[in-house]
């Protein structure tokens, strides 16, 4: 199924249907709900995901895992997608909030295949096997550490939320230390305590997320290095290899073309990578619908 609304299919009697959509660039899907869970899986570009828990940065060869009922925004910067939307009692995962998940070469061509999946598939003929086999695939997916948490604290999410703004690595947890009220080793288990995170491993979180969909846009490596604090931009390089397993330059080509198998490959066996961080905020109150075709 290509570019229709879950709305249309929703009532459908089947554990998992398959939807593929075409976002122009930009497209903003403002805060919804799903009454079935999602996976998410962009082909191209890159998708910024906004939860009550923080945000996530979806890159290519990668899609987001959204728990059912959990009220979500997402950005599209040049995404065609394949989503799949699954009922709470099938969800191969069952965690309660979003994870980033590797694609490998085998659930990118099952994903491929789902958008030719019907709406009323034969469950126990080809159809029901391929959507049993992405079932498996998602269950064992490793995830990506591409996720900024936010605090409980009022005060301390209120600098974070400005912080995911305009992030700089040269911020120091001593000036937030101080804009709270609390001492240097008071704010550091605070900040822990609060986020799952160290500050300064929050902050390199912060500046990767900003950097991703800049890079994507063509924003050149110098430049973001530069407007992110970083003192050069080998710095930022090392950084960024570190987190994602590849260097920028690599990254940047990759987001721009098809999806080869290998690059896929050399996805999956870099990015075996344990969560970076727990969820520590509960679900928000119930939040109204409002989507194009649903993400």
């Known amino acids: 199924m290509r570019n229709i609304a879950l709305s249309s299919v929703d009532a459908t009697p089947r554990e998992v249907l398959a939807i593929g959509t075409d976002y122009p660039h930009g497209t903003l899907l ?28 979806v890159p290519p060869y990668s899609g987001v895992w959204i728990p059912a009922e959990k009220p979500h925004r997402v950005r599209m910067l040049g995404v065609s997608t394949r989503s799949l939307y699954i009922e709470p009692q099938a969800a191969p995962r069952l965690v309660q909030h979003c994870e ?16 030719e999946v019907p709406a009323g598939y034969d469950e126990t003929g080809r159809d029901g096997a391929l959507i049993r086999l992405i079932l498996h695939e998602l269950r064992d997916a490793a995830t ?45 288990r605070f900040f822990k305590q609060q986020t799952g995170l160290s500050f300064s491993a929050w902050r390199q979180q912060a500046c990767l997320l900003a950097a991703l969909p800049k890079l994507t846009a063509g924003v050149s490596i110098t430049a973001v290095a530069l407007e992110l604090g970083y003192d050069s931009p080998s710095a930022f390089s090392t950084m960024f290899r570190k987190a994602l397993g590849q260097p920028p330059s690599i990254f940047v080509a990759s987001s721009r073309t098809p999806i080869p198998s290998q690059a896929v490959n050399a996805a999956s066996n870099q990015n075996v990578m344990p969560k970076v961080a727990k969820t520590l905020r509960g679900a928000p109150g119930k939040v109204g619908t409002n989507e194009p075709p649903e993400s």
């Open 30 to 57: 403002d805060t919804h709900t799903h009454r079935r869970a999602q996976f998410l899986y962009g082909m191209t570009g890159l998708m910024e995901v906004s939860t009550n828990d923080g945000t996530w940065v």
């Open 100 to 115: 980033v998940l590797v694609v490998g070469p085998l659930l990118h061509q099952l994903l491929l295949a789902s958008a």
């Open 144 to 188: 990506l550490p591409l996720f900024a948490p936010l605090p409980c604290d009022p005060g301390l999410a209120r600098l974070c939320t400005m912080f995911l703004q305009q992030p700089s690595i040269q911020a120091s947890s001593a000036e937030w230390s101080q804009r709270l009220n609390k001492s240097p080793r008071s704010f550091s």
